[in-house]
């Protein structure tokens, strides 16, 4: 067994241990010392030299990536993560971690010994108690959204409450997060919030009532993507509707100010067909 090929299997980075198991020799090991081929990580542990520096992180330190940074890398919409999120059970007591924050709990699904990752469902249980939670909402519909997890699954598991709380409230229909962030905020109002509307050719990303849509405007919305949406806008116009558009900072920074546009325009019944 060609030890750089198994190595290159496991990401990078594993142990000598589960190496040895698929047949990697102790010559072998040797001659790749000698070569420089093989980095030392910790005990037990070794990488290729450039091996993903999360993860020769987490092997160094005995612990595996997840919460909000095991979301960041599974393309997950998270707000920030400004700072790396890593667990380990709380027996665990040679698990060292200078920087970043470290989750001492007993995972609801098992962690392999070789994982440097955590399962996306243990993630998820960290990110109900560790997030706000309109930013744990939003990880959640993110999942949902890419079907990286499977919601029955999630049911039958031993949830505690904040994740039991998540997976009763969230649903797959958000395109981002800052759309599960609008509709959290505004989630008290006594007024259908309908998602993602087919209308007059286009999908929309809010229709509040039967007439006032909001659009949240991301990045993309420049150039060719802006002309199609106010072409969109006109059209909704001449058809009755109502439309308000948000951009992300005035969403993520100014929200008392987008709530007050938003309880104003309800106030003229503009939600209303007429």
């Not at 990401?11 to 102790?26: F, K, P, Q, S, W």
């Not at 993903?52 to 990536?65: K, Q, S």
Request: with cysteine; aromatic share 4%.
């Amino acid at each position: 067994m060609d030890l750089i090929e198994e190595l290159t299997r496991h990401h990078g980075v594993a142990r000598v241990e589960t190496l040895r198991r698929a047949g990697v020799t102790d010559h072998a090991f040797r001659r790749a010392r000698t070569d420089r081929r093989i980095l030392s990580v910790r005990r037990g542990w070794i990488a290729l030299p450039g091996a993903d520096e999360e993860l020769v992180a987490a092997a160094r330190r005995g612990v595996v990536l997840s919460c909000v940074t095991l979301a960041v890398r599974r393309g997950l919409w998270v707000r920030e993560a400004p700072e790396p999120h890593v667990a380990a059970p709380p027996s665990s007591g040679h698990a060292r971690v200078s920087r970043g924050i470290v989750h001492w709990s007993a995972p609801l699904i098992p962690r392999n010994p070789d994982a440097l990752e955590d399962s996306l469902e243990n993630a998820l249980v960290l990110i109900a108690r560790c997030q706000p939670h309109e930013a744990s909402m939003a990880v959640w519909e993110s999942a949902l959204r890419k079907r990286l997890v499977d919601p029955q699954v999630l049911e039958r598991l031993d949830l505690p409450p904040a994740a039991r709380r998540m997976l009763a409230e969230a649903t797959p229909f958000a395109d981002a997060g800052t759309e599960t962030i609008f509709r959290t905020r505004l989630g008290w109002l006594d007024i259908p919030i309908v998602p993602q509307v087919w209308l007059h050719g286009h999908r929309v990303d809010f229709l509040i009532g039967e007439r006032l849509v909001v659009q949240i405007d991301g990045g993309h919305h420049v150039g060719a993507q802006r002309e199609e949406d106010n072409k969109h806008d006109a059209l909704l116009r001449l058809h009755g509707y109502h439309v308000i558009r948000i951009g992300y900072d005035r969403l993520m920074n100014h929200w008392p100010e987008v709530q007050a546009l938003i309880l104003l325009a309800i106030a003229q019944r503009l939600h209303l067909a007429r």
